[in-house]
């Protein structure tokens, strides 16, 4: 039985921290959040600000942070032993990370599944797969509509913010545009804060449209969707399509993926990795034969 920390409290840690409740090889040793207190529907579990005041050393950590706080943290993580899985979402920065997280996981002997959320993470397994399938081709991936959580997250650390939601709507052919509604704090600059959203690079590459409003709560739903296709030649021969939907719980799919990540990261040579790097055996708790 492995033991795992939950390395924040937001929607995805609280999902992470059920997920581990209805696995059968891990158990939640505690949360790692700002405020020491416990959180709300897992009173018996401990909340303490650091790893080092958990009851004993945990085995793996699963990183529930905005992407842009995950790096020094899981570094750290790394270097002192500890396995980790992670949803970073900064596609054009993956790269970089693994290789900073790489040497980090190796001094530390262990390893990380990085970037094991919707996209990258499940949607690039799925994309690999079809590459296979497909080697001369052309694959599009279209999200939503839905709320998408690092977007949502991104827009709150911007200075001047004190919620915010996104919701991503498919144009098609792997197009999207961005509708955000955002909660300003008192004496706010809005034009500041509308052009700092805008040239995120969250959002500078897509279409985006900024509503400013009293409260975020009649648009919260973490409802989210997704489908890839894929088309091209086979042996000469057109007309092929692969396809590929998923729609659901957006912290709820997440948190899966990154329990799966968190144990097949127990299985790696130390090092990190992206999701398709690894045998999807190592994701399932048990059961993958019967899908043969």
Not at 85 to 114: C, N, T, W, Y
Not at 147 to 157: F, N
Not at 262 to 285: H, N, T, V
């Amino acid at each position: 039985m492995k033991k795992i920390a939950a390395i924040g409290t937001g929607n995805i840690g609280k999902a992470v921290a059920k997920a581990i409740e209805l696995s059968p090889d891990m158990e939640l040793l505690g949360f790692i959040r700002r405020k020491e207190e416990k959180v709300r529907g897992f009173e018996n579990i401990p909340a303490v600000r650091r790893i080092s005041d958990l009851p004993e050393k945990p085995d793996g950590a699963i990183i529930c942070l905005p992407s842009r706080l995950v790096k020094e943290a899981e570094e750290e993580l790394l270097k002192n032993g500890i396995y980790t899985a992670d949803a970073f979402d900064i596609h054009e920065e993956l790269l970089p990370l693994r290789q900073r997280l790489s040497a980090a996981a190796k001094m530390g002997k262990v390893s990380a599944v990085i970037g094991a959320g919707w996209d990258p993470g499940l949607d690039s397994v799925i994309r690999t797969l079809m590459l296979a399938a497909l080697p001369q081709g052309i694959t599009y991936t279209n999200f939503g509509p839905g709320t998408s959580m690092g977007h949502s997250a991104a827009i709150r650390q911007i200075p001047g913010i004190c919620d915010a939601v996104s919701f991503t709507l498919p144009q098609g052919f792997g197009k999207h545009s961005r509708k955000i509604y955002a909660v300003l704090k008192k004496d706010a600059d809005k034009n500041a804060v509308e052009h700092a959203i805008l040239n995120d690079e969250y959002f500078e590459h897509d279409e985006c449209s900024v509503e400013f409003v009293e409260s975020t709560l009649p648009f919260c739903c973490t409802g989210h969707s997704a489908e890839i296709f894929r088309g091209g030649n086979i042996c000469g021969t057109g007309g092929n399509r692969l396809s590929f939907g998923l729609c659901g719980d957006n912290p709820a799919f997440t948190a899966q993926l990154l329990v799966g990540a968190m144990r097949a990261a127990f299985l790696q040579k130390p090092g990190a990795y992206f999701m398709p790097e690894i045998p999807p055996c190592d994701f399932c708790s048990e059961g993958w034969e019967k899908t043969l």
